[in-house]
T-cell receptor, first 109, second 115 residues
Framework: AQSVTQLGSHVSVSEGALVLLRCNYS??????LFWYVQYPNQGLQLLLK??????LVKGINGFEAEFKKSETSFHLTKPSAHMSDAAEYFC???????FGTGTRLTIIP | DADVTQTPRNRITKTGKRIMLECSQT?????MYWYRQDPGLGLRLIYY???????NKGEISDGYSVSRQAQAKFSLSLESAIPNQTALYFC??????????????FGPGTRLTVL
């Protein structure tokens, strides 16, 4: 069985501060990992993905994530938060997309 | 025009009614999926289809059925709706042959309320 754990259902950061959203996974096969973002009243949009190769993955809007096999982690970061980053973020795993429970990011002005 | 569309976008119905949610895509993808989203639970897979003749149950298929009418169309039915099926429903598509991976592309969602 595969699973995704997102630590922290709500994260608040100040505008300009570092954003760190945590994702750990369990998979019996080499993982494909995704981060999706959901803005209010909208569908899900792909932020970035890890398939194979480079473990540091860059996505849209200045986000990046690092795949660490030894830690079974795929944490999402952004050096400087912007008000427009306020949304819900989902980590997902493999072909049929096992999702984490989501992290709601709030940006404090 | 959006690549993945869902109709209706919002629906309010009563317990016991039959409901159909429709999904259409212009991406030319073979694989299509239905998920439901509940607060605090993330998205959970209901059904998926890898081609017109292939339908598979997902994590939470009880109370739901699907029909893959064509490569571009995948419908979700609730035969007798109940209040705990109130949720946000998403359709998604993917095609590893074109993307080289399992990236899924989501529709805008259907908000269903069962009274």
């Amino acid at each position: 069985a595969q699973s995704v754990t997102q630590l922290g259902s709500h994260v608040s950061v100040s505008e300009g501060a570092l954003v760190l959203l945590r994702c750990n996974y369990s998979s019996s096969v080499p993982p494909y990992l995704f981060w999706y973002v959901q803005y209010p009243n909208q569908g899900l949009q792909l932020l970035l993905k890890y398939t194979t190769g480079a473990t540091l993955v860059k996505g849209i809007n200045g986000f990046e994530a690092e795949f660490k096999k030894s830690e079974t982690s795929f944490h999402l970061t952004k050096p400087s938060a912007h008000m427009s980053d306020a949304a819900e973020y989902f980590c997902a795993l493999n072909e049929k997309l096992t999702f984490g429970t989501g992290t709601r990011l709030t940006i404090i002005p | 025009d959006a690549d993945v569309t869902q109709t209706p976008r919002n629906r309010i119905t009563k317990t016991g009614k039959r409901i159909m949610l429709e999904c259409s895509q212009t991406k030319g993808h073979d694989r299509m999926y239905w998920y439901r989203q509940d607060p605090g639970l993330g998205l959970r897979l209901i059904y998926y289809s890898f081609d017109v003749k292939d339908i598979n149950k997902g994590e939470i298929s009880d109370g739901y059925s699907v029909s893959r009418q064509a490569q571009a169309k995948f419908s979700l039915s609730l035969e007798s709706a109940i209040p705990n099926q109130t949720a946000l429903y998403f359709c998604a598509t993917s095609d590893p042959r074109t993307g080289g991976d399992y990236t899924q592309y989501f529709g805008p969602g259907t908000r269903l309320t069962v009274l």
